[in-house]
């Protein structure tokens, strides 16, 4: 697996709670390179949130057009 981030090598970690306010453990993945933390629910926020983003059009009537068609 590769980091969205940086392309770097994806290594399989356990995550657990530091905070020792509860037990709870996760698999995830951490970047060697970037340290980038994902787990399935990050992945699964991030699909959620790319997937809601509408395109941006380029030809708005509000910003005038400075390149000669």
């Given amino acids: 697996m590769t980091c969205e981030r ?41 699909r959620r949130s790319i997937a809601s983003v509408e395109p941006i059009l380029f030809t708005s009537p509000r910003i005038p057009r400075l390149v000669p068609a």
Avoid: F, K, P, W
């Avoid at 996760?26 to 994902?38: A, F, I, K, Q, T």
């Fill in 6 to 46: 940086c392309n770097g090598l994806m290594v399989r970690e356990q995550i657990c709670d530091l905070q020792g306010r509860s037990s709870l453990c996760v698999d995830g993945y951490r970047c060697l390179l970037c340290g980038d933390l994902v787990d399935a629910l990050i992945l699964e926020n991030r």
